[in-house]
């Protein structure tokens, strides 16, 4: 992560965790000589917001939604897509199997 941070050039870089978490990297990162620039560049915690669950799956399907926000914009819930690529949201609820 400092690394990338460092560099400049990366298209992404995040971390799983809390704001709290956020602001002790912050605070090492300073530490160590990272620009305030650069560590704007840090997403964390990574996810879309409005899904605040802990559990692996949860924090799979809200970093999966950033990343298809990122690709092809926000959720346009009017229309039912996904930013301009035209990507039809499915109207079905999921459904938990055991």
Do not use: H, N, W
Request: net charge positive.
């Amino acid at each position: 992560m400092q690394v990338a941070l460092r560099r400049g050039d990366a298209a992404y870089c995040g971390l799983i965790g809390s704001l709290t978490k956020r602001r002790r990297f912050e605070k090492r990162l300073r530490q160590q000589g990272l620009s305030q620039r650069a560590i704007e560049q840090l997403v964390c915690p990574i996810g879309v917001t409005g899904i605040s669950g802990k559990k692996p799956a949860e924090i799979a399907v809200a970093v999966a939604a950033e990343m298809l926000s990122r690709q092809f914009g926000p959720l346009d819930e009017a229309a039912g897509r996904i930013g301009s690529g035209g990507c039809q949201r499915a109207d079905r609820a999921l459904v938990r199997r055991r």
